[in-house]
């Protein structure tokens, strides 16, 4: 359902400006954990049903999924908000920081994000399902 809201929505992706959820549905995208399974695992949490948390789920485009492989969520999202300064672009195609607080908007990722390491992780879970559950009843009071 959150998916479908994205696509009602005509929702950019994750860090993208221009490339929306659908796009990456129809065409080409890559599933990513926001919190990388493999930075999750290093870190201890190596429970399937942990790190496969719905919630822990985006699409993104390849490159941008590739370039961020493992790293820690504070990394990679500390290098976005960067690029808004710098503009030079490392990950997504966001250089202005009013359109990527509204990309984390609509992503239902707290803008948190920026500071947030795998202890806290669950914490993570907790606000982005109360983001996502509240995307999927709007989207359902919408149709």
């Known amino acids: 359902m959150f998916l479908a809201a994205q696509v009602h929505g005509s929702d950019n992706s994750l860090l993208m400006n221009g490339t929306k959820v659908l796009d990456l549905l129809t065409i080409m995208g890559d599933i990513h954990h926001i919190f990388p399974k493999g930075y999750l695992q290093k870190n201890g949490i190596t429970d399937k049903s942990k790190y496969n948390q719905i919630a822990n789920y985006t699409y993104l485009d390849t490159q941008t999924n ?3 492989g493992d790293k820690a969520p504070n990394d990679y999202f500390k290098t976005v908000f960067d690029q808004c300064d710098s503009k030079e672009m490392k990950f997504g195609n966001i250089s202005e920081l009013t359109l990527l607080k509204d ?9 948190n ?5 795998a202890t806290h992780y669950e914490d993570f879970l907790l606000e982005r ?3 996502m559950a509240k995307k999927i009843k709007d989207y359902y009071f919408s149709l």
């Open 113 to 117: 994000i920026v500071t947030m390491v």
């Open 66 to 68: 590739i370039s961020i």
């Open 103 to 111: 990309n984390l908007s609509i992503n239902c990722i707290p803008e």
């Open 129 to 131: 399902r109360k983001l």
